[in-house]
């Protein structure tokens, strides 16, 4: 799997946009950007994926480079909830979900009232 | 959407002693689940993936033989910490994949050991 490359930590003041970056700057093809985030002591939550054209879920954004080397998650408005380790993860896609996850260092995002 | 549950969330025990922890995908099937841990202010570890009805797969460095996992079923993994020590203190995480949302893998609240 690609290399990661996140910032430790941001700030983001609450009700404002949390733009939170990463860098995969060898990611292959066939590999996805994936977002999970760990709220304080719990198990972490998947957020949300894509593999080149940009996506929107209910929770988040996912803007990815048209190189693909690098992309950024949008929390549109953040809040205190949102406080949490964020994880940007580059993997294959596999059916049938036997691919491992390994988890880089991720970004602690705090945000403030 | 799908629900893994793991039991317990805490325990303490004394060391030298035996540990088991419960891993159960509530709604899908999981053929394969992984079992991670963490130390605080630490990132997740990978340890070992699960196979049902096989043998686990160890990440480099983890003992097998004093982390025991028993995948039986299609719903259920158990990791067995035995002879639990006080630097085996740490978060214990399963996880496992729908298999009708493989992108999506879905983690377990965690369980906090603490050895005594």
């Known amino acids: 799997d690609a290399k990661t490359t996140q910032p430790p930590s941001m700030d983001c003041a609450e009700g404002r946009a949390a733009n939170l970056p990463c860098n995969h700057s060898?990611?292959?093809?066939?590999?996805?950007v994936y977002w999970y985030r760990q709220i304080h002591s719990q198990g972490p939550q998947y957020i949300i994926h894509?593999?080149?054209n940009n996506e929107t879920n209910e929770m988040a954004s996912l803007i990815i480079t048209e190189d693909r080397k690098s992309s950024t998650l949008i929390l549109p408005h953040a809040t205190l909830r949102d406080t949490a380790v964020y994880y940007c993860?580059?993997?294959?896609?596999?059916?049938?979900?036997?691919?491992?996850?390994?988890f880089g260092t991720g970004t602690k995002l705090q945000v403030i009232p | 959407g799908a629900v893994v549950s793991q039991h317990p969330s805490r325990v303490i025990c004394k060391s030298g002693t035996s540990v088991k922890i419960e891993c159960r995908s509530l709604?899908?099937?999981?053929?394969?689940m992984f079992w991670y841990r963490q130390f605080p202010k630490q990132s997740l570890m990978l340890m070992a993936t699960?196979?049902?009805?096989?043998?686990?797969?160890?990440e480099q460095g983890v003992e097998k033989d004093k982390f025991l996992i028993n995948h039986a079923s299609l719903t259920l993994s158990t990791l067995t910490v035995t002879s639990a020590h006080p630097e085996d203190s740490s978060f214990y995480i399963c996880?496992?994949?729908?298999?009708?949302?493989?992108?999506?893998?879905?983690f377990g609240s965690g369980t906090r050991l603490t050895v005594v």
């Open positions: 996880s496992a994949s729908d298999p009708s949302a493989p992108w999506s893998y879905t």
């Open positions: 060898t990611i292959s093809g066939n590999e996805y």
């Open positions: 894509g593999l080149k």
């Open positions: 993860i580059v993997r294959v896609a596999v059916v049938g979900g036997y691919q491992k996850v390994t």
């Open positions: 709604d899908f099937q999981a053929t394969t």
């Open positions: 699960s196979n049902e009805g096989s043998k686990a797969t160890y």
